[in-house]
């Protein structure tokens, strides 16, 4: 029989997917606080499902590095390690720099009007106090440029590490209003460096917008 082609595929999530998702938002959030215990079975019962996805959910997390599983024991949230976000964040830097270098040979005029969408939508979450939503956009900002490096493997690597970083960038950007909207205006500079072609200025910038977070946590008292 004949199959239609002209149709919208539904997406479906699994139990285990839903329960993955809201526990990395509660860990990254601060809901789930560092060092928490989890229980599987008030977890299973707070979103509605059994306590089987949670312990798969719990199990991928622990690959993350957001939570650490104790056999026999219990399963606690993970927590922030100052010295190792340091690093993660040098590593991150780097990539995102050569990236930003080649994207700035690559990338095309609609491009250009992308990341200016997604940084002005970064600062209404960031006025609006959205900062979850804030930290969406900033990722999916410095992403975009990632992508467009045309590199599969330097993806895959500044994937692995955001994970490690998304809990620290949320509590960076707690901090007053004044310190965020500086990030908004570096995303700025970064565009139009991107517009003029300029590899070295986009790679130094970026390099310098991901190490600001640190260097202002750095500051505090």
């Known amino acids: 029989m004949p199959i239609p082609t002209n149709y919208?595929?539904?997406?479906r999530t699994?139990?285990?997917?839903?329960?993955?998702?809201?526990l990395q938002k509660w860990i990254i959030d601060g809901t789930l606080q560092p060092d928490e215990k989890l229980n599987d079975a008030e977890l299973a019962a707070a979103l509605g499902?059994?306590?089987t996805p949670v312990r798969e959910a719990l199990q991928l997390l622990e690959?993350?590095?957001?939570v650490q599983m104790y056999p026999g024991k219990d399963t606690r949230v993970t927590t922030i390690d100052k010295e190792m976000i340091g690093k993660l964040y040098a590593t991150l830097g780097?990539?995102?720099?050569?990236?930003?270098?080649?994207?700035?040979?690559?990338?095309?005029?609609?491009?250009?009007?992308?990341?200016?969408?997604?940084?002005?939508?970064f600062a209404r979450a960031i006025k609006a106090k959205d900062i979850y939503q804030a930290l969406e956009y900033d990722e999916e900002f410095h992403n975009l440029i990632v992508e467009l490096s045309d590199n599969p493997y330097t993806v895959s690597f500044c994937s692995s590490l955001q994970m490690h970083i998304r809990r620290f960038k949320?509590?960076?950007?707690?901090?007053?209003?004044?310190q965020t909207m500086a990030a908004a205006e570096e995303h700025e500079q970064i565009i139009d460096a991107l517009e003029k072609r300029d590899a070295q200025a986009a790679s130094r910038l970026i390099?310098?917008?991901?190490s600001r977070p640190l260097e202002e946590y750095n500051k505090l008292p």
């Open 170 to 178: 949320f509590v960076f950007l707690k901090q007053p209003l004044g």
């Open 63 to 66: 690959v993350q590095g957001l």
């Open 14 to 22: 699994s139990a285990k997917d839903r329960a993955l998702s809201q």
């Open 8 to 11: 919208e595929t539904p997406v």
């Open 94 to 121: 780097a990539l995102h720099a050569l990236a930003a270098e080649t994207a700035a040979q690559l990338i095309e005029p609609g491009q250009i009007e992308q990341l200016r969408e997604l940084n002005a939508a």
């Open 49 to 51: 499902v059994s306590r």
């Open 207 to 210: 390099k310098q917008n991901l």
